[in-house]
């Protein structure tokens, strides 16, 4: 990608030039957005606000509140690529949000490269395993114990969504690696890396965050993507992306007043919300 500045109207314009390299993606972009360029390659270029205005290039106008409320981890995806556009959108969301100092010391690597994923995926799988025989071993074990009760099978479904994840890794169309630098916290990467997660959902790209890798496999993982080992960058995560098989549904979550309290610790918040206070009914237009 390069960026031009263009005098246009009366106001210089910067331009982002997107050279696709990839042919699978060949003109992929809406025919207002894609144009050939000397070399050949595809190029998606969205020339500041007012060109995008009547652009068709994706969609992030949807409800903040029905992004912020299903937007939830969305692994079972189909294979069909993420065109490139709706990706170069769900980084440019991306890279708006905040880093500590403004510093933006993240780099983001998108990998749709087959072969690359097919190094990845047994790592991955094998790192999930390891999940499963640690950190959650007592989890799994009371969930086997007593199946029936109501956080039991919310973690059976959190596994048993988790491990197709792991056993179809090599047919997710895309991954995004996150990383970063100085950012002990994770406080710097994180809020960029769901803001991605909220502009696939505004396209209809489901994603999950995976963090397994970067637990149990980081060297690998570096050595494979060819990232420079001197320059103290941490994978902060790996987030799949793809067209989701199932529907969009409210996140469930313990209740807003049970995680919150006013003023000292454990004193309540003054306030006790049963239900979601979005639903699909809510955001549909009245008569
Ligand atoms: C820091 C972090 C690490 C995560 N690591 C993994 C992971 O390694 N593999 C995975 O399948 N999901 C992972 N997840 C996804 C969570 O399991 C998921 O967000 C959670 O179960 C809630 O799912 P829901 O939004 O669909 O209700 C991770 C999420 C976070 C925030």
Redesign the pocket.
């Known amino acids: 990608m390069d960026a031009r500045r263009r005098f246009r109207d009366g106001a210089w314009h910067w331009s982002y030039h997107l050279h696709l390299p990839h042919p699978v993606y060949r003109h992929v972009g809406s025919p207002q957005t894609a144009r050939s360029d000397p070399a050949g390659d595809t190029v998606v270029s969205a020339v500041g606000p007012a060109a995008r205005a009547d652009s068709t290039q994706g969609d992030l106008s949807m409800d903040i509140e029905e992004a912020l409320y299903t937007?939830?981890?969305?692994?079972r995806v189909r294979p069909d690529p993420v065109p490139l556009d709706v990706q170069a959108e769900i980084l440019d969301a991306a890279i708006r949000a905040p880093s500590g100092g403004n510093t933006q010391n993240w780099r983001f690597l998108l990998v749709d490269d087959r072969d690359v994923i097919a190094r990845v995926g047994p790592l991955y799988r094998h790192?999930?395993d390891q999940?499963w025989q640690t950190i959650y071993a007592d989890r799994l074990a009371a969930a086997a114990e007593h199946p029936e009760d109501e956080e039991n099978i919310q973690m059976a479904k959190?596994q048993r969504?988790?491990q197709w994840?792991?056993d179809h890794f090599e047919e997710v169309p895309l991954f995004l690696f996150a990383f970063v630098q100085a950012d002990p916290s994770?406080g710097s990467i994180?809020p960029a890396v769901w803001s991605a997660q909220l502009a696939a959902r505004a396209h209809g790209v489901g994603s999950?965050?995976?963090?397994?890798?970067g637990?149990f496999h980081p060297d690998e993982v570096f050595e494979i993507l060819g990232v420079p080992r001197d320059e103290h960058w941490v994978m902060a995560?790996c987030v799949s992306f793809g067209y989701p098989t199932g529907r969009w549904g409210i996140?469930?979550?313990r209740p807003v007043h049970e995680v919150s309290y006013r003023n000292r610790w454990g004193e309540p918040v003054g306030f006790t919300v049963d239900q979601p206070l979005w639903s699909p009914q809510a955001a549909e237009p009245g008569p």
């Open positions: 937007t939830r981890a969305m692994r790192a999930i999940l959190v969504s988790a994840l792991a994770g994180f999950s965050l995976t963090a397994v890798l637990f995560c996140a469930a979550r």
